[in-house]
């Protein structure tokens, strides 16, 4: 696991590790909150964004435009997956890459993996062939 903590001996994560940013919300205009990010890889500069959401289906107006904007920098790509997160078994993926949706389709977590696997390929500079 990712996340090296430990309900059971810590108590829940969300609760102990997890700042309430609704402290801020006041600082920005409109609808503008504080988000959180999943899971971040970086490899020779690129960045992977990992969102994980239980359904599948249109995510957050703001989120969706924050995805599209940053993906329209070269180096960034985000993967939202959707499925079960106390079981982590993914069932679709949308991937956003150079400010647009490239990918919406089901996804299992081998074919989750192929993705990171040529993403990390990628980002290196490997010849996939």
Same mark, same amino acid.
């Given at each position: 696991?990712?996340?090296? *903590? #430990?309900?059971?001996? *810590?108590? /829940? ?9 609704? +402290?801020?919300?006041?600082? +920005?205009?409109?609808?503008? @909150?504080? $988000?959180?990010?999943?899971?971040? #890889? !970086?490899?020779? $500069?690129? &960045?992977?964004? &990992?969102? %994980?959401?239980? +359904?599948? $289906? ?9 995805f !599209?904007?940053i ?7 985000? +993967? #939202? =997956?959707? $499925?079960?997160?106390? !079981?982590? =078994?993914? #069932? *679709?993926?949308?991937?956003y890459?150079?400010?647009?949706? =490239?990918?919406? !389709?089901s996804?299992?977590?081998?074919? &989750?993996? @192929?993705? /990171?696997?040529? %993403?990390? @390929?990628?980002?290196?500079?490997v010849?996939?062939?």
């Open positions: 696991m990712s996340i090296r *903590h #430990v309900c059971e001996t *810590h108590g /829940c994560y969300i609760k102990t590790q997890t700042p309430d940013w609704g +402290f801020l919300d006041s600082s +920005f205009t409109n609808k503008i @909150r504080v $988000g959180d990010i999943d899971g971040i #890889v !970086e490899a020779n $500069g690129h &960045l992977l964004i &990992l969102e %994980w959401k239980s +359904f599948i $289906g249109d995510i957050p107006t703001g989120q969706r435009i924050m !599209e904007k993906t329209k920098i070269n180096k960034i790509i985000v +993967f #939202v =997956v959707s $499925g079960d997160p106390i !079981e982590t =078994v993914p #069932v *679709h993926i949308k991937i890459s150079s400010g647009r949706l =490239v990918a919406n !389709e996804c299992d977590s081998d074919k &989750l993996k @192929r993705y /990171c696997s040529a %993403w990390e @390929r990628k980002a290196r500079g010849n996939n062939e």
